[in-house]
């Protein structure tokens, strides 16, 4: 099946750290993503991690992947104000075609 | 770099008219695009992949006689609603794959289709 679930929503308070989480079930996904979605506006990808990889950091974000779990998640450390907005993560199929996730609305209170 | 427009952004349409959507990438070339659907507060669903000079293929579910896409060159693609309903309504995304980076894809701003 093609189906990648993620937690509806996550509050937090500016300067905590946000952990989005996100399910997959298709183990030969080749590459998994996260982007971002602000409201009324198109995805920004944040980043990506290519399936033999664990982990991946980049500044305030650490993504880890959990294969045998199929398990992803999205690590914000210091989150901003600005940070609030809808998480998507993604799954690419061999035949690089994106299957979506539910996507996780996060709520950053000053 | 990387950059995908879409035109319009915002379009009003009464039922029964056809609305053209653009999609371009503006500085790299992109041989396959994509276009989703989002609705209110979900996720995005494919409808179909755009593949230049060839036909598009379509999503299981989704008529390629409402939503004709036509990829004419390696830096444009074109998303046609077909006698609208307000069921069509929607958000419209699409995304472009640079020919020389094949796993990212790119997304457009999105436009916004309401048909009355």
């Known amino acids: 099946g093609e189906d990648v679930e993620q937690s509806l929503f996550l509050s937090v308070r500016e300067g905590d750290s946000s952990v989005i989480n996100c399910t997959y079930t298709d183990s030969s996904s080749t590459y998994l993503y996260w982007y971002k979605q602000e409201p009324g506006a198109g995805l920004q990808l944040l980043t990506y991690?290519?399936?033999?990889?664990d982990m991946k950091q980049d500044q305030r974000l650490t993504v880890l992947l959990n294969k045998k779990d199929k398990h992803l998640s999205l690590r914000i450390a210091d989150t901003q104000t600005g940070d609030s907005a809808i998480y998507f993560c993604a799954e690419s199929m061999g035949t690089y075609k994106y299957i979506f996730g539910t996507g996780t609305r996060l709520k950053v209170l000053a | 770099g990387a950059v995908v427009s879409q035109h319009p952004s915002r379009v009003i349409c009464k039922s029964g008219t056809s609305v053209k959507i653009e999609c371009r990438s503006l500085d790299f070339q992109a041989t396959t695009m994509f276009w989703y659907r989002q609705f209110p507060k979900q996720s995005l669903m494919l409808m179909a992949t755009?593949?230049?000079?060839?036909?598009?293929?379509?999503e299981q579910g989704v008529e390629k006689d409402k939503f004709l896409i036509n990829h004419a060159s390696l830096t444009l693609s074109t998303l046609t609603v077909t006698s609208a309903h307000p069921e069509d309504s929607s958000f419209y995304i699409c995304s472009a794959r640079a020919d020389t980076q094949i796993y990212e894809q790119y997304f457009g701003p999105g436009t916004r289709l309401t048909v009355t």
């Open positions: 755009s593949n230049e000079g060839s036909k598009a293929t379509y």
């Open positions: 991690i290519f399936s033999n990889m």
